[in-house]
Structure formats: C-alpha cells, structure tokens
T-cell receptor, first 114, second 109 residues
Framework: IAGITQAPTSQILAAGRRMTLRCTQD?????MYWYRQDLGLGLRLIHY???????GKGEVPDGYSVSRANTDDFPLTLASAVPSQTSVYFC?????????????FGPGTRLTVL | GQNIDQPTEMTATEGAIVQINCTYQ??????LFWYQQHAGEAPTFLSY??LDGLEEKGRFSSFLSRSKGYSYLLLKELQMKDSASYLC??????????WGAGTKLIIKP
C-alpha cells in the first residue's frame, strides 16, 4: 500500500441497505477525513478524526457514522442508505489535526443509491 | 455565512497564461489552499498561502490578499494536461476548510 486507498471503487446500492466504505492510509497520519463531492458543490466534510480513538462531526454528518480504532483505518458507514446519499466519497488524511496541514486524498468511491 | 466564490468554467489556449480567481468570506482566516482535480480523480495539493503576496512554484503561482478576501492561481505555459478542475479552500477561525465548488479549466490546442 502506498498512500491512501479506498474500497470499493464504485457501488450501486438499494435504498435501505447498510454500506461501509473503507479507507486505509499507510503514512502514519494522525488526522483523517471523509468528504462527499456532488456536481456544482464544493467538497463537504462528513466526519473527521484528529487522532486514533476520536471522531468529530463535519458539515453534513446525518445518516453517516465513522470509527477510528487505529491510526490506519477510517471506515464510513451508511446505516440505511437513501438516494440523496448518491455521491462521490473521498477519504483524506493529514499529518496533524489542524486544517492548515496539507490533505492527501484517496481515489474516491462512487456510490449510487437507487 | 461562510462562502467561497470561483468561476464555474474557464477556457484557455495551450501555451497561454490563465488566472483563476477565488474570493472568500469566512469567520476568521488561517490560510488558503489550491488543489487540482483531474476528472474522475482525487484532488491533489498545489499551494497554500497564509501571508499576502505571490508564491511561485514552477509554472504555477498563487496570490493572496487578506484585506480583499481574494486569491488567484496563475498558470503559465499551459499544457493540455492542465485541463482539470481547480479547487479553492479557505481555512476559517476554527481551522475548518471551506471549499469552493471548483473551476473547470478547459485547454484548447
């Protein structure tokens, strides 16, 4: 692994189903983030974690949950998917928890909820 | 509210120079990022400005005026591979990133 990876690359999901998007980084970064990117809108922060064991809510957290059991992994779970959660999801990491640190992004997961 | 404004789309010619503007309104300010995002790919870091002035990095330069709430990204000697979206993001007083919607730059031969 080099950098930050996400899985799956893309997914089509029926509404009401549970889904976990995976994110792993091998850079030993303390902070990790989940964003969604929709056409015509900027990246919107869903949840973040400044260090292993802690998480925080971003701008659009409703319908999503995260956990940070260790430094490397930061999964995002949709408990019961809805069509408005159709989006491209990016995971990112940075050395520290301050947003003046450069963020490194994973390749993204394209999720379609029908 | 907090807001980032940048043009939706710009077109330029290969070999030319283009300036992409970004204006921001945030509660406090702790710097401004520019990221490049090719279609279907992840954003990648280009620059970070926290002090007024111009910072040059090869063909790309970034300018900041804190008093005007304004930044621009200057791309020189445009190449076809520069066709991408350019994202502006400001850091507010809570150290949260406020992202613009991005400017899609189209390069024509």
């Amino acid at each position: 692994i080099a950098g930050i990876t996400q899985a799956p690359t893309s997914q089509i999901l029926a509404a009401g189903r549970r889904m976990t998007l995976r994110c792993t980084q091998d850079m030993r970064h303390n902070a990790m983030y989940w964003y969604r990117q929709d056409l015509g809108l900027g990246l919107r922060l869903i949840h973040y974690s400044n260090t292993a064991g802690t998480t925080g809510k971003g701008e659009v957290p409703d319908g999503y949950s995260v956990s940070r059991a260790n430094t490397d992994d930061f999964p995002l779970t949709l408990a019961s998917a809805v069509p408005s959660q159709t989006s491209v999801y990016f995971c990112a990491s940075s050395v520290g928890g301050l947003d003046t640190d450069t963020q490194y992004f994973g390749p993204g997961t394209r999720l379609t909820v029908l | 509210g907090q807001n980032i404004d940048q043009p939706t789309e710009m077109t330029a010619t290969e070999g030319a120079i283009v300036q992409i503007n970004c204006t921001y309104q945030t509660s406090g300010f702790n710097g401004l990022f520019w990221y490049q995002q090719h279609a279907g790919e992840a954003p990648t870091f280009l620059s970070y400005n926290v002090l007024d002035g111009l910072e040059e990095k090869g063909r790309f330069s970034s300018f900041l005026s804190r008093s005007k709430g304004y930044s621009y990204l200057l791309l020189k000697e445009l190449q076809m591979k520069d066709s991408a979206s350019y994202l502006c993001a400001a850091v507010d007083s809570n150290y949260q990133l406020i992202w613009g919607a991005g400017t899609k730059l189209i390069i024509k031969p």
